[in-house]
């Protein structure tokens, strides 16, 4: 079975072709990834400091087309070749998820194909089932590894799941507030970073001393596996209003260390904490944020010494592609969970959020 996959929930767009090969019906980690472009959007939104949600659904609109054909053509194959379609509709804006959505659907009735409707959050944890960009060799995560935790690190969620099935997650905890790669974009604009800060932080953090700061940790009593990084951003930003212009500068790589040495103490307190509360073990780490070495670093070492496994996709696969998307359809269409019909809208909120969803 081969899916095309699209994904424009927020400032990528990517098309991809997974083939899930001959025969296999549940098709987690055993499949072959024949093409995943993604023409990324960083440049168009930089100079605003953010993703502006109308030039991205312009772009969008422009760049489908020619990305879809494009793998394709990587792929080997034609639109008569593509035996179902898998598209993002939520969680991500609005306006760029109905481009998505909408090709999406005139492709599905145009070719006469199932659809399936992806949660982009739950796409990033079957990332994990994808191991190289040629999706050769043996996967990283195999379904013989379930029950596992996942930990999603995005610029729009922070999440602690358990995936029971490559299709079926229960919400565990997740942010009162800010998203982790939100604190990371956000303390990147208050350090003069370009936008995304996340890479920038991590790059001036490795110059700085992870102690020079002590910032707070946000916690919600009660509920000790949610999380809280509103905090934490008004504690750095506190900080720096006490200093003067040139101390700010001469300190920006002791705050992004401090910063980040406190973002990823919170991920990682609590991730051993549901392993703990869950006896599961193992964790995947997923999302944008999972680019981050010293986040892998020190989940990896603290999840084993607690006998804990960690998987984490190859970074390529931590942003938004539409890899994971085309792997989720799959995933969706293996395990028999129904396609949809041409009434799919885009929604802002994923299902692990729904009553009855999570
Ligand atoms: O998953 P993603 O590509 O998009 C969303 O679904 O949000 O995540 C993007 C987020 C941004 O906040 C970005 O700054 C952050 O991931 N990010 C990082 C790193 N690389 C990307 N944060 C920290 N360290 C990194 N190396
Ligand atoms: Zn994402």
Not at 112 to 133: E, G, I
Request: glycine residues 10%; charged residues 20%; negative net charge.
């Amino acid at each position: 079975m081969r899916i095309l996959g699209i994904e424009t929930s927020c400032d990528e767009t990517s098309a991809a072709v997974y083939d899930t090969g001959a025969g296999s019906g549940r098709p987690a980690g055993r499949g072959t990834l024949l093409s995943n472009l993604v023409a990324s959007q960083v440049d168009l939104h930089a100079e605003f400091g953010g993703v502006v949600p109308e030039l991205s659904a312009r772009a969008h609109v422009e760049r489908l087309p020619a990305i879809v054909k494009e793998s394709l053509e990587a792929a080997g194959c034609g639109f008569g070749e593509i035996d179902a379609i898998a598209v993002t509709s939520r969680p991500g804006l609005l306006s760029a998820l109905l481009c998505g959505v909408s090709y999406a659907k005139g492709l599905a009735v145009g070719i006469r194909r199932p659809l399936y409707a992806v949660d982009h959050v739950k796409a990033h944890v079957a990332a994990a089932f994808l191991n190289t960009p040629a999706g050769a060799g043996a996967p990283l995560l195999s379904e013989e590894d379930l029950p596992a935790l996942a930990l999603v690190a995005s610029g729009g969620h922070t999440l602690l799941l358990k995936m029971s099935t490559p299709v079926t997650f229960e919400l565990l905890g997740c942010t009162r507030d800010d998203a982790v790669g939100e604190a990371f974009d956000k303390v990147g604009q208050l350090l003069d970073l370009p936008f995304p800060g996340g890479p920038h932080v991590e790059k001036a953090a490795a110059e700085g001393d992870p102690s020079a700061f002590r910032f707070p940790i946000g916690t919600i009593r009660g509920h000790p596996l949610d999380f809280s990084f509103s905090g934490l951003k008004t504690a750095v930003l506190y900080t720096m209003t006490k200093m003067s212009p040139k101390e700010r500068i001469a300190r920006k790589a002791d705050l992004a260390a401090s910063f980040q040495s406190a973002a990823i103490r919170a991920l990682v307190d609590r991730s051993i904490a549901a392993a703990r509360q869950t006896g599961i073990r193992s964790l995947i780490l997923c999302g944008g944020v999972a680019a981050n070495r010293t986040l892998r670093q020190t989940l990896s070492a603290a999840l084993a010494s607690e006998g804990v496994r960690f998987f984490v996709p190859p970074t390529v696969f931590c942003g938004d592609t539409a890899a994971q998307v085309a792997l989720f359809g799959a995933c969706l269409a293996g395990w028999g969970v129904p396609p949809v019909s041409d009434d799919l809208d885009a929604v802002t909120t994923s299902e692990l959020f729904d009553p009855g969803g999570r």
